[in-house]
Nanobody, 121 residues
Framework: QVQLVESGGGLVQTGGSLRLSCVAS????????MGWYRQAPGKQRELVAT???????NYADSVKGRFTISRDNAKNTVYLQMNSLKPEDTAVYYC???????????????WGQGTLVTVSS
């Protein structure tokens, strides 16, 4: 099995910064795309940012210029640096990874349990 564990969430004031981390562990041969999604109360889960194994990134328009996604392939870890936070960034943030498991040729998608980010006005 594969587990994703997020950390780094918390309470921050408007304009502040947080850095989220997500570590993947378990029967991992290789991780392809990784990403961050978020879900605010009463809303659907939405994409925040994704990053390929080679480092190509994609961002939601609402976070461009404020958030930066990065990864460390050797550590099976993805990060989300969030700057200039706004109250509308308040949500549970989930990491996501496309994992090729050991002893298989198939790719599976895994999700973390989520970490809460609250931005106070």
């Amino acid at each position: 099995q594969v587990q994703l564990v997020e950390s780094g969430g918390g309470l921050v004031q408007t304009g502040g910064s947080l850095r989220l981390s997500c570590v993947a562990s378990g029967s991992i041969f290789m991780i392809n795309a990784m990403g961050w999604y978020r879900q605010a109360p009463g809303k659907q889960r939405e994409l925040v940012a994704t990053i390929t194994r080679g480092g190509s990134t994609n961002y939601a328009d609402s976070v461009k210029g404020r958030f930066t996604i990065s990864r460390d392939n050797a550590k099976n870890t993805v990060y989300l640096q969030m700057n200039s936070l706004k109250p509308e960034d308040t949500a549970v943030y989930y990491c996501n990874a496309a994992v090729v498991r050991t002893s298989t040729t198939y790719q599976y998608t895994y999700w973390g349990q989520g970490t809460l980010v609250t931005v106070s006005s």
